[in-house]
């Protein structure tokens, strides 16, 4: 990864305390729904930066495509139709990493290093120390990461760390031709979105607000929303997102299991202890998990 | 465009109508959006469907498919009841206060002059009174009964909120919406720009659509302003340039009418196209039109073309009738025409009524395709199951297909919406035998021009004499090719007032179209792109993006036709005495001895205020025509149903059987009789494109083909629920000339509409879809649409026609 070791704030399933050297300012990006107007250029872009592709669907009855997100779509528009005041409106959000200050994700993940969170705030997959146990989907409050079929592994957007490394914008932003993309030190981009939600409210969006969920610590992706007092308008955009008790739990009582469990892992024995062994906390998480596939 | 895109930032209010500006220009919304964000400026989207546009709108209103007309004369109507005018404005820089003939009339949806045998007019009631010196008579106080202001109320004073609702099912309340807010741009300081596409063009009232448009944008002097104009949004990245380039059977490069039959000779041809000034003291461009033709003449055949043979304009065809796309294939079906070299065209897909262009190229004795990818015409003659049945051991027709280079594989220009000719470098190098469109073409005149040297044949001159001065014969350079477009003088060219001085010597390229001389001694392959590579150097590579006004009026980035103005009719962006009616959003500016400012002035340079010269120097009256007798069916525009309508009747005419689809409009026969009926096809179809598509290409294109992947249709929640369809389903979209299969998008964004007590449903059809690429197939969207154009420029109705809709 483009990002130094220097730059690491936070690593999964590890007790090293991070380097604390480099002072580095906190990086958002902001996403203005109410300049998108949901051409999946920053789709188009995601898959070219990361050179991925993923398979040519089905039309399910939407705009939306592809449909979800994937292993190999990091980013995805949501198309919500609603109706308001008698007034139609067509909300397009585009779905991807948040990258939360407190990423849940990182929290559950038992693998050392699979998971890690740059001092600027990004929070990035490490794919070569995932073992694929999907503990990172519980985790997350905002249902983003998805395991690959291909190689078992979990995958999402990186925020184009490698790009933010060397001083660009990550590759969506880069594309967006109406600027509704914006990127830069997350103060500055709190200080622009407020001049758009003056100017939303100056044509009638009064609720009109800027989305950093403090539940998770606040986020280093941030929406401007028309309706911020109901972000579930958005597809489902969780109105207070938190980290799951489950995966407080798991970090809390089952620490030292866990610690226990992932040594398991370096030798090789794999996760099967961690979830079939003898640990009641992590056959809950288990299930949970188990649920979550179901779905 | 008359304006630019970095332009729409200056406007006070954007509306976006004909046409969907988010979705199909993406990259130019970003000044719609910037004019929001930094002007504070208001955006209103009128469609039928509530698209990407709208969804970042502070207004949309509705309308039913192909009643463009009613609702924008509904807006005239309202902006004259309600005295929403730029009075000063619209009594200096328009026609309003001429007078026009006695004989003028219009009697329940028909103009003086029309024969119904004929489907046309003869205009001869529709022009202006005259005096002895030959000049339009006028009426400054606008009060008398023939002037056109009177005449222009009585017109539109039909078009009452309540009868535009009734045919355009616009709530009424919608409507006044709009109205108030287009009429607050009356005001000389405030200016709206008007985003449009095919939208408007795709109806067989096309060009009256945006001439309606063009009317209100007059009345409330939002011409020739900063944020302000007509501005058709062009689709295909270089079609602005191939539309200047006149590749049309009608017209010559510039857009200089071409000869026709009609032209006795070369002077007849010269005296119809030179007009003489209407009013005094005008500028009267076209005045110019010798020096453009005779140039361009030089220009193609070099000293082949001279005085003793009238430059050569023998050897140029004589159109002998209509030669558009649709007269075409209608040549072709009736078994007319032997070949066809279909260059960077994919007509089975693009013209209307696929099984009738399929026909047609199955009578074909071959067919020469020059494309650089496998497009569905070139396999027209094969079997691709329910998406293309054909007997290929029936279809004797010869297919070629000559690999070419995609945009980035080559060196030239584009010319954008805006007017800018922008030069671009290749990128990579073009796959396998492919080679650049002018080479394939440069190779084929080569060995025409060798079968002709050898074996002779009729009429051998044109191709034997046409000059070829370019180095490597069979690869005319990109460059070679702008300097000839461009213009050179060919002996000195002198000063016209001091005839001592030369302006250009013998060799030179020329600085611009003034330079233009009708003896034979310069060249120039396009005159309204004189200039745009001159001693200077080609100055369409520039890239200065210094905007020292603030206003995006980029001089030194590229180089706009004409004469690198980049808002034309820009006079009329000053009050007569030549002081801006908005000092803040200056264009130019008489600066006391001449005009000068932001923007090329679009006026003589030193054209005092004082002597009433008119800003719009292309009309021989000086003056923008609210009553314009150039058009076929009228010379006001007037509501007509689509050629397939859901309704009986014109609820403006209804009992007027003649008046209910366009007067003029040209039908073939055979096409009328697979025209559909409301009762058999009740839903409005409507074609369009998608942000993730581009035309029929992308889909060859991974990222594209996972954007959208699949062919949907779009309809409403109320009639999915009729159909009991439901989202995701498979369903079978017909019309009288065939069928089509696709996925349903089951949409809030598409509203049945209350038309003449009627409810009106609309499905929206996407157009992208065919046999070939990598996205799913799906089937040709044009299978549906019907084969009949606009009066004037014969663009097919592909926004407006009849279907069925069931679960397939």
Redesign the interface.
């Known amino acids: 990864m483009a990002l130094q070791s220097l730059d690491i704030a936070q690593r999964s399933a590890t007790t090293t305390p991070a380097p604390s050297v480099r002072q580095t300012s906190e990086v958002a990006k902001l996403i203005d729904v109410?300049?998108?107007?949901?051409?999946?250029?920053c789709?188009?872009a995601c898959?070219?930066w990361n050179d991925i592709?993923?398979?040519?669907?089905?039309?399910?009855?939407?705009?939306d495509?592809?449909a979800d997100l994937s292993a190999r779509?990091w980013t995805v528009m949501r198309y919500a139709?609603v109706?308001e005041n008698g007034r139609?409106?067509?909300?397009?959000r585009k779905d991807g990493c948040m990258h939360c200050a407190d990423p849940g994700c990182l929290k559950a993940c038992p693998a050392p290093g699979a998971i890690v969170q740059y001092a600027n705030g990004i929070v990035d997959f490490h794919e070569e120390n995932c073992i694929g146990c999907g503990y990172c989907i519980t985790g997350c409050p905002f249902n983003v990461p998805r395991i690959s079929k291909q190689d078992g592994k979990a995958y999402k957007c990186t925020l184009c760390s490698d790009r933010v490394a060397v001083g660009q914008a990550p590759a969506c932003v880069k594309s967006c031709?109406?600027?509704?993309l914006q990127f830069g030190a997350k103060e500055q981009m709190k200080d622009y979105a407020e001049h758009?939600v003056a100017?939303l409210k100056?044509?009638g969006f009064e609720k009109a607000g800027l989305y950093d969920p403090p539940g998770v610590g606040g986020t280093h992706v941030m929406y401007v929303l028309h309706h911020a007092d109901r972000p579930e308008l958005y597809r489902g955009l969780p109105s207070d997102p938190s980290i799951s008790a489950m995966v407080h739990l798991w970090k809390g009582v089952a620490k030292p299991l866990a610690t226990v469990a992932l040594a398991a892992v370096a030798l090789g024995s794999l996760f099967h202890y961690v979830t079939r062994g003898p640990n009641e906390v992590s056959k809950e998480l288990e299930d949970e998990l188990e649920k979550e596939e179901g779905q | 465009m008359t304006n630019h895109w970095v332009d729409i930032k200056n406007a006070d209010l954007v509306l976006v109508m004909g046409g969907n500006a988010?979705?199909a220009h993406?990259?130019g919304?970003?000044w719609v959006?910037?004019a929001?964000?930094q002007r504070?400026a208001r955006l209103v989207v009128v469609d039928p469907r509530?698209t990407?546009?709208?969804?970042?709108a502070?207004y949309?209103a509705p309308l039913r498919s192909g009643s463009d007309i009613a609702f924008l004369g509904g807006v005239i109507n309202y902006l004259l009841a309600n005295d929403k005018l730029h009075h000063d404005y619209v009594k200096a820089y328009t026609n309003a206060s001429f007078l026009i003939d006695e004989g003028y009339s219009f009697d329940d949806g028909i103009f003086s002059g029309y024969d119904a045998a004929k489907r046309s007019y003869a205009k001869d009631t529709w022009k202006y009174q005259l005096d002895k010196e030959g000049y339009a008579k006028t009426d400054p106080t606008l009060q008398d009964p023939h002037c056109v202001f009177q005449l222009m109320k009585r017109h539109y004073g039909r078009y009452t909120p309540e009868l535009v609702g009734k045919v355009t099912g616009t709530p009424k309340e919608q409507f006044l919406k709009v109205c108030a807010l287009i009429a607050e741009t009356a005001a000389p300081n405030k200016t709206m720009t008007i985003c449009y596409a095919l939208g408007w063009t795709q109806h067989s009232v096309g060009t009256q659509n945006i001439r309606t448009m063009a009317m209100i944008q007059l009345l409330l002097g939002n011409m020739g302003m900063a944020g302000g104009g007509i501005n058709a949004l062009r689709g295909h990245s270089n079609v602005q340039g191939i539309t200047d380039m006149c590749a049309y059977s009608d017209a010559l490069p510039g857009y200089m009418s071409a000869p026709t039959d009609a032209d006795a000779d070369y002077k007849a041809y010269l005296e119809k196209r030179t007009p003489k000034p209407l009013r005094p003291n005008q500028m009267n461009f076209p005045q110019n039109f010798p020096k453009w033709f005779v140039s361009l003449m030089k220009a193609w055949y070099g000293p082949a073309a001279n005085e003793k043979n009238n430059f050569a304009y023998d050897w140029l065809p004589k159109k002998d009738g209509a030669y558009d796309v649709l007269a075409m294939f209608e040549r072709m079906h009736q078994g007319k025409m032997n070949g066809f070299v279909c260059q960077g065209f994919n007509p089975l897909a693009a013209v209307p009524n696929k099984k009738k262009v399929g026909d047609a190229l199955a009578k074909l004795k071959y067919l020469v395709i020059v494309d650089p990818l496998t497009t569905e015409t070139s396999e027209f003659w094969k079997d691709h199951g329910e998406f293309n049945t054909a007997d290929a051991s029936k279809i004797q027709t010869e297919v070629f297909r000559l690999p070419c280079n995609l945009f980035a594989e080559e060196t030239g220009s584009y010319t954008n919406s805006g007017r800018v000719i922008q030069w671009h470098w290749q990128a990579a190098e073009g796959p396998g035998e492919s080679v650049s469109d002018t080479e394939v073409v440069a190779r084929i005149f080569q060995k025409l021009k060798a079968m002709y040297q050898k074996d002779g044949g009729k009429l051998p001159e044109p191709i034997l004499n046409l000059t070829w001065p370019y180095r490597i014969p069979s690869k005319p350079a990109p460059e070679e090719l702008l300097m000839e477009i461009s213009g050179k003088a060919l002996g000195d060219v002198f000063d016209p007032k001091d005839k001592t001085k030369v302006i250009a010597k013998a060799g030179e390229q020329l600085a611009g179209f003034a330079q233009l001389r009708d003896d034979g001694s310069t060249a120039c392959g396009n005159w309204i792109y004189g200039g745009c590579y001159s001693q200077a150097g080609n100055l369409t590579a520039r890239r200065d993006n210094a905007d020292p006004s603030g206003l995006g009026q980029t001089l030194n980035w590229g180089f706009a036709w004409p004469a690198n103005r980049r808002i034309i009719y820009n006079r009329a962006s000053c009050d007569p005495a030549g002081k801006p009616w908005d000092a803040s959003r200056s264009v130019i500016k008489w600066l006391g001895d001449k005009w000068g400012g932001n923007d090329v002035p679009d006026m003589r340079p030193d054209a005092a205020p004082d002597e009433g010269v008119g800003p719009f120097i292309m009309t021989p009256e000086g003056v923008a025509r609210l009553f314009a007798p150039a058009l076929a069916e009228g010379p006001f525009p007037e509501h007509y149903e689509p050629f397939e309508t859901p309704l009986d009747k014109n609820p403006f005419h209804p009992g007027n059987a003649k008046a209910l689809n366009n007067p003029a409009a040209r039908v073939y026969k055979g096409d009328m009789e697979v025209f559909g009926k409301a009762k058999d096809y009740p839903y409005v179809g409507t074609t369009y494109r998608l942000?993730?598509h581009y035309h029929f290409w992308s889909k060859h294109v991974?990222?594209?083909?996972?954007?959208?992947?699949?062919?949907?249709v779009e309809i409403g929640e109320e009639l999915a629920k009729e159909k009991g369809i439901?989202?995701?389903?498979r369903v079978k979209v017909s019309s009288m000339r065939g069928h089509i299969k696709a996925?349903?998008?089951?949409?809030?964004?598409i509203k049945a509409l209350d038309v003449d007590g009627k409810k009106v449903h609309t499905i929206g059809i996407p157009i992208h879809w065919g046999f070939k690429g990598?996205?799913?197939p799906g089937f040709i969207a044009n299978t549906l649409t019907p084969f009949v154009g606009d009066a004037n420029s014969q663009t097919p109705e592909f926004k407006a026609f009849l279907v069925n809709i069931e679960k397939a």
């Open positions: 109410s300049a998108c107007i949901g051409c999946k250029a789709q188009a898959m070219e592709r993923d398979e040519i669907g089905s039309n399910v009855g939407a705009y495509n592809p779509s139709e109706e139609l409106e067509w909300l397009i031709p109406t600027g509704a758009r100017d100056s044509r | 988010a979705e993406p990259c919304f970003k959006v910037e929001k964000k504070k509530f990407r546009s709208a969804s970042v502070d949309y942000t993730e991974a990222i594209n083909a996972v954007l959208q992947p699949e062919q949907f439901a989202g995701g389903d996925v349903a998008v089951v949409t809030k964004r990598l996205a799913k």
